[in-house]
């Protein structure tokens, strides 16, 4: 099983997500420089946070045309695991792999704070460890992270249980004082109707220690680890 | 050697120029023109009862292209404007 992490330049999560599979998972991990066009046979490709391109534009405007993403779109659509974080859920909004948009925070003011945020599906390869309604303490970190779409696509989103995370108090309970950004129906983290390709605002590359505060973060990774296994095999 | 279109000074030729517009869609919320909105109302202009913000991209065309609407409208909806929730005018000089 190998991770590959994309580095576009303004990427600073990479790193993170780097450390968090090889160090703290023990997977094998790959960087993938956003100029290559080869995903050297990666299982699972994971876009990071930061401000890809300087974020020029729109968030994830500019990285969607990179010779690699043309490469990660290929492999999303032929049912490889695609997952971006912050940044990278901007990526794939842009590139139209999840539909949607990520904008300005409805109060115009960075976030950077732990947040709560409510597992609503589990039948998905990145929460499959997890229950419904878990609730896992994960950092946030954006500007434009206020998930927006028009009325009939939100409830596209809702009747097909593709909101994978919602944003909540420590309870569970959904509020718009739990949301950080104004996000409709609390949204944090969306797959598409495949489930192969998972967006989400909050950074669970960061939250895999103790010493970070929360090791919920883990409860992905793990996700996604036992989603990749193959089954009967020993090794 | 300089490059002109770094220093922005005008290349001598018959370029024409292009100006998109952006916004974002009626009925999408946009939380800077709200804000802006209210330092209005507070600093008494009162008359000015909502503000809605974009930006705008110059584009210089080389003379003679051809196709040249198409072509602005692809960059439009690939690039400048995100489709979901903006929406673009093109003017041409």
């Known amino acids: 099983m190998k ?14 997500a780097y450390a968090a599979v090889k160090h703290v998972m023990g997977e094998e991990v790959e960087f993938l420089w956003h100029k290559s066009a ?18 020029y534009l729109r968030g994830g405007a500019i990285a969607k045309f990179s010779p690699i993403m043309e490469q990660v ?18 990526i794939l909004t842009e590139c139209g792999l999840l539909p949607g948009a990520l904008m300005r925070n409805s109060h115009l003011r960075f976030s950077c704070k732990f947040i709560y945020l409510r597992v609503e599906n589990n039948n998905s390869p990145y929460t499959c460890n997890c229950n419904v309604g878990d ?20 409830d596209r989103l809702e009747k097909n249980n593709l909101v994978i995370f919602r944003y909540c108090d420590k309870d569970g309970n959904i509020s718009s004082e739990s949301n950080p950004n104004g996000s409709i129906n609390n949204i944090g983290g969306i797959c598409n109707k495949e489930g192969n390709v998972l967006g989400m605002m909050p950074h669970p590359e960061r939250v895999v220690e103790d010493i970070l505060g929360s090791t ?17 095999t020993l090794s | 050697m300089e490059d002109e279109r770094l220093t922005g000074k005008m290349i001598m030729s018959n370029n024409k120029k292009a100006i998109v517009y952006v916004r974002l869609k009626e009925g999408v919320l946009d939380p800077q023109g709200v804000t ?14 909502s503000v809605r913000t974009g930006r705008f991209f110059e584009l210089e065309v080389e003379a003679g292209s ?19 929730i903006e929406s673009y005018t093109v003017e041409k000089l």
């Open chain 2, 36 to 49: 802006i909105h209210k330092a209005l109302s507070q600093m008494g202009y009162n008359e000015f009862v």
């Open chain 1, 38 to 55: 080869d995903l050297l046979g990666c299982d699972i490709v994971i876009l990071p946070g930061g401000f890809s391109y300087g974020d």
């Open chain 1, 3 to 16: 991770f590959g992490i994309v580095t576009f330049p303004g990427s600073n999560c990479d790193y993170d």
């Open chain 1, 216 to 232: 919920d973060g883990l409860k992905i990774f793990e996700s996604i680890k036992a989603s990749l296994k193959p089954a009967n």
């Open chain 1, 135 to 154: 609730v896992l303490k994960i950092p946030v970190a954006h500007g434009e992270g206020n998930y927006y779409h028009f009325g009939s696509e939100i």
């Open chain 2, 66 to 84: 051809t196709n040249i609407d198409k072509r602005l409208h692809e960059v439009c909806s690939k690039l400048l404007a995100n489709p979901v």
């Open chain 1, 73 to 90: 779109i290929k492999f999303a659509n032929s049912g490889g695991m695609v997952m971006g974080i912050c940044n990278g859920f901007q």
